[in-house]
C-alpha cells in the first residue's frame, strides 16, 4: 500500500511510534529530499535499508504512476521535510495515481502546522480554510485576497522569511487594519513564537521580515447585518436576468446570510401580487 506520513515540523520529539517503525521496516521510502529522509533517521537513532525514491514539486508527474506501481507490491512510506505530504507539500499527485489503480493508501497522523498555528492563534477553530502560500506575481496574489476579503471561516496562509512583510501588508490592504490575526513563527522550534493582534500591528512588527518558517492566521469577516429589502430586490433581479427562482434564492442567501426559504417565499410573495 501507499503510507503517508506526518514528519516533525520542526521538534524530533513530535516523531511518532508509527513513523519510526515505518522509516526503520519500509522497503521503499518516496522523499520529497532524499538527504533530508537520510538526516531524519540518523537524527531519530534509528537504521533502515529501504530504496530512497525522490519525490518532489518538479518530478512528482513524471514519477507518480511509477511509484504507484511499486506500491502494488510493496508498501511505499511518502514523507516530505516536515508535515504532512499533500498539504503544500507533494504527494497528491501520486494519491490520486495510486486512487486510480486500486492501490491502497493510509495515513501516519502526526505534526501539522496549520492544525498547530491555528489552535495557537487564539481566532475561531470550529470553521476554517487553508490557503497555503499566496501567489508570487503581485497581480495574482492580490486578486486571490481580494476573492477571499469576505470570506467569513478563519484563514490559515503559509509565508516564507522573505515575504512576511510584503504579505501582511498586503492582508491590511485587503481584509483592514483592524481584522484580527496571529503570526506563528518557528513552531516547535526552540524559538517558537506567536504574535497576536490586528493585522495593521503584526504589519509593523514584522516590517523588517525576521527569519524562520511562518503560518499566518487570519479572523473571517464580521457578519454584516443584511438589508432584507434589498437582498428581495437582487433574488428578483437574479429572476429577471435569467435564473431560476430557486437558483436566485440560494445565492442572495449565500451572499447575505438570510435563509433561502425566506428569501424564495418572500420573492414568490412579490410575484404573485404583481
Known amino acids: 500500500m501507499l503510507i503517508l506520513a506526518a514528519t516533525p515540523i520542526g521538534n524530533l520529539g513530535d516523531a511518532t511510534a508509527r513513523l519510526r517503525d515505518a522509516l526503520t521496516s519500509a522497503p521503499v521510502i ?50 516530505t521535510d516536515a508535515g504532512m505530504p499533500t498539504v503544500s507539500d507533494p504527494g497528491f499527485v501520486l494519491v490520486r495515481e495510486a486512487v486510480a489503480l486500486g492501490v491502497p493508501v493510509t495515513v501516519l497522523p502526526g505534526p501539522s502546522a496549520v492544525l498547530v498555528a491555528l489552535a495557537l492563534s487564539g481566532l ?9 502560500f499566496l501567489p508570487r506575481r503581485a497581480g495574482e496574489r492580490q486578486a486571490a485576497l481580494a476573492a477571499l476579503a469576505a470570506e467569513r471561516r478563519t484563514m490559515v496562509f503559509f509565508e516564507t522569511p522573505h515575504r512576511i512583510a510584503e504579505s501582511l501588508g498586503e492582508l491590511v490592504a485587503a481584509f483592514g487594519p483592524d481584522r484580527p490575526a496571529a503570526v506563528a513563527r518557528e513552531l516547535t522550534k526552540l524559538h517558537e513564537e506567536v504574535v497576536r493582534g490586528p493585522l495593521a500591528e503584526l504589519a509593523e512588527r ?69
Open 124 to 132: 475561531p477553530t470550529d470553521r476554517f480554510c487553508f490557503e497555503g
Open 30 to 79: 518516496a522523499a520529497e529530499d532524499t538527504r533530508m529522509t537520510q538526516h531524519l533517521i540518523r537524527a531519530l537513532g534509528i537504521s533502515s535499508r529501504a530504496r530512497l525514491v525522490a519525490l518532489h514539486d518538479h518530478n512528482e508527474r513524471d514519477r507518480a504512476a511509477e511509484v504507484a506501481e511499486l506500491a502494488r507490491d510493496a508498501d511505499v512510506l511518502v514523507i
Open 206 to 274: 514584522f516590517a523588517e521580515g525576521a527569519r524562520g518558517e511562518f503560518c499566518i492566521v487570519v479572523g473571517g469577516a464580521p457578519q454584516v447585518a443584511a438589508d432584507e429589502g434589498a437582498a428581495l430586490e437582487r433574488v428578483l433581479e437574479l429572476v429577471e436576468g435569467g435564473a431560476s427562482l430557486k437558483e436566485a434564492a440560494s445565492e442572495v442567501a449565500a451572499e447575505t446570510g438570510l435563509a433561502k426559504n425566506a428569501l424564495y417565499d418572500a420573492a414568490l410573495r412579490r410575484r404573485r401580487s404583481g
